[in-house]
């Protein structure tokens, strides 16, 4: 039992980040029907910009004799969400411009393959910039809290499982919000039904596009901080896997669906963590994408995706 609750606590923090990823898919992928392949590589930007602006704030309080206690960590933390966030947010409305924009009335494969040699250049940057090694931090929130007295070990949650699960639960709220009861949700779903009568009726459906990669951008930063929180290691290659990951969560949730985005992801999480659990870690991605294969058989459209209309 004490094995169980453990890993569900753990699925779901993993299952979070998934989710705030794949938000940021879904939603691209929603208005202009594009998978943005370089999202994953977006998310290990905005881990990055975390990390060094997490050094120079802590090199700053160091300099000035100020140590760093839990409120310092709190305010560090949350600089560092700020500066990803503002950072990837303005990278990803360039890349909005650059590389998608001009490629949106050609043909289906030209904005694919541009988001795979966006993902490639951002990874070979990052390489380049920072290094191929792992960048450690030090840790970070490290207090835990009891749940359960167990016979062979407890079951304990930590300080930074529960930020991650309530900054994911406020996001989400936050996010459909935005999309259900906000002129720039109105255009965007405007968008999604139609860009070209979206743009007959008024709205101006470039910035409406734009305003969603910053969006997504802004997101993915939030879960690249949350990741850097959660595992104090980031890498220039760790935006690979859990961007398919998160893509999959997408997928499974139902691409197009704010919280089947979230659904998706805890399920993904949850998967691997058990699997990892009760039997080998070597296969817990077979079991996650098997899972994928097996409800997608039975409802292509996802867990709360809807059956797409054709127009005519």
């Known amino acids: 039992m004490e094995v169980f609750v453990q890993q569900l ?11 705030l990823i794949a938000i940021g898919y879904t939603m691209v992928f929603g208005i202009i029907g594009m998978v943005n392949f370089a999202h994953g590589d977006v998310f290990m930007l905005s881990a990055f910009v975390a990390l060094i602006t997490f050094l120079l ?31 990837t947010s303005l990278w990803n409305w360039a890349i909005e411009r650059i590389a998608y924009r ?16 966006m993902s490639i250049f951002l990874s070979n940057f990052v390489q380049v910039a920072q290094g191929p090694r792992n960048k450690p931090t030090p840790p970070m929130l490290t207090d835990v809290f009891t749940v359960m007295k167990g016979a062979n ?39 999604e039904q139609d860009r070209k009568m979206a743009a007959l009726l008024g709205v101006d459906v470039d910035k409406t596009i734009s305003l969603t990669f910053v969006m997504g ?34 997928v499974l949730g139902g691409i197009g669906s704010l919280p089947g985005a979230v ?50």
């Not at 560090?76 to 503002?86: E, G, P, Y």
């Not at 929180?229 to 290659?237: E, I, K, N, R, T």
């Not at 998706?264 to 996650?288: M, N, P, R």
């Open 263 to 312: 659904i998706g992801g805890l399920l993904i999480g949850l998967i691997e963590t058990f699997w990892s659990a009760y039997f080998t870690i070597d296969y817990k991605d077979v079991a996650a994408f098997s899972i994928l294969v097996v409800v997608l058989i039975f409802m292509p459209q996802g867990i709360l995706g809807k059956p797409e209309v054709e127009k005519v």
């Open 57 to 87: 704030v802590t090199t700053f309080l160091a300099a000035i004799g100020i140590i760093a206690g839990s409120v310092w960590i709190v305010v560090t933390l949350l600089i560092c969400l700020v500066a990803a966030m503002i950072v």
């Open 9 to 19: 606590i753990n699925g779901i923090t993993l299952g979070s980040i998934y989710g």
């Open 102 to 117: 001009p490629l949106r009335g050609s043909f289906r494969l030209a904005p694919l393959i541009s988001a795979i040699g």
């Open 153 to 191: 070990y407890d079951v304990n949650i930590s300080f930074k499982q529960i930020a991650i699960w309530l900054v994911t639960a406020v996001l989400l709220a936050c996010f459909w919000y935005v999309v259900q009861r906000t002129p720039l949700g109105r255009a965007q779903r405007a968008c």
């Open 217 to 250: 951008a802004a997101l993915a930063a939030v879960a690249g901080t949350m990741y850097l929180l959660y595992y104090g290691v980031v890498s220039f290659s760790d935006g690979f896997t859990p961007g398919v990951k998160a893509f999959t969560a997408a």
